[in-house]
């Protein structure tokens, strides 16, 4: 009788932590493993960076600084509306373009069609935190929605609308967190209570797709903690 109490003690617990594991908590993405990850025109290696491990990236061909697309995508993560979070750092790589600015951010409700990618994305410019002027200052933190809503595009078409101000350090970790319902997304950064962004028309409306790490091609980033919370 002890036995069986005991299994059927050791069934129940064992149930409860799994049901807690795929509870409304979410789920946490370890990155210390790149061949984990579906790696687009990156290559990744499991470093530490500052005192703590991480994953770093940069482009595979260093040659091309082109506008690649350069993505580690998350396997088996469909995603809508919630919440992400993560650390990350950006700074230009070595023998990038003079215009770099260590671009560094997070794809998400990413879909790949027709051999292209869509996706809604929020990334940082770290090297424009700092800046001496304050209209670079003004560029530190974007969103931009891919193919069809470049960061050129949205500029040119809706001034101040899409991007923002916020202290940036290159190299250093920078915690962001991602709240998404619906149309609208919010971008804090180094846990502002308000929000550092926010976009009330994220351009492909209401949809479900992949989360992807990203990175621009002229960038040597790393990523560690990732969180992801659907709602």
């Given amino acids: 009788m002890r036995n069986l109490l005991a299994l059927i003690t050791g069934l129940l617990i064992s149930a409860l932590c799994l049901a807690q594991s795929n509870g409304?908590?979410?789920?946490?993405?370890?990155?210390?493993?790149?061949?984990?990850?579906?790696?687009?025109?990156?290559?990744?290696?499991?470093?530490?960076?500052?005192?703590?491990?991480?994953?770093?990236?940069?482009?595979?061909?260093?040659?091309?600084?082109?506008?690649?697309?350069?993505?580690?995508?998350?396997?088996?993560?469909?995603?809508?509306?919630?919440?992400?979070?993560?650390?990350?750092?950006?700074?230009?790589?070595?023998?990038?373009?003079?215009?770099a600015?260590?671009?560094?951010?997070?794809?998400?409700?990413?879909?790949?069609?027709?051999?292209?990618?869509?996706?809604?994305?929020?990334?940082?410019?770290?090297?424009?935190?700092?800046?001496?002027t304050q209209a670079m200052r003004n560029h530190s933190i974007q969103y931009v929605s891919h193919p069809e809503f470049p960061w050129y595009r949205l500029r040119k078409e809706s001034p101040e609308m899409y991007e923002s101000y916020t202290d940036l350090v290159p190299g250093e970790w920078t915690k962001i967190r991602i709240e998404i319902s619906r149309e609208t997304g919010k971008l804090y950064v180094n846990d502002a209570p308000q929000p550092n962004l926010v976009v009330n028309d994220l351009k492909h409306g209401k949809t479900k797709g992949a989360v992807a790490l990203w990175i621009h091609s002229s960038t040597k980033a790393h990523f560690r903690n990732l969180k992801i919370q659907p709602k």
Avoid: W
Avoid at 26 to 44: A, H, S
């Fill in 101 to 132: 600015r260590g671009f560094v951010g997070l794809a998400f409700r990413l879909n790949e069609t027709d051999e292209e990618y869509s996706y809604e994305c929020f990334y940082l410019r770290p090297t424009n935190g700092r800046a001496k």
């Fill in 24 to 99: 409304p908590e979410g789920i946490t993405i370890p990155l210390d493993n790149p061949e984990k990850l579906e790696m687009v025109n990156v290559q990744g290696e499991a470093v530490e960076h500052k005192g703590k491990q991480g994953l770093r990236l940069i482009a595979a061909d260093m040659s091309a600084q082109e506008e690649l697309e350069t993505l580690a995508i998350i396997p088996d993560v469909l995603f809508g509306d919630g919440i992400i979070e993560l650390e990350v750092t950006g700074e230009p790589a070595a023998g990038a373009f003079p215009q």
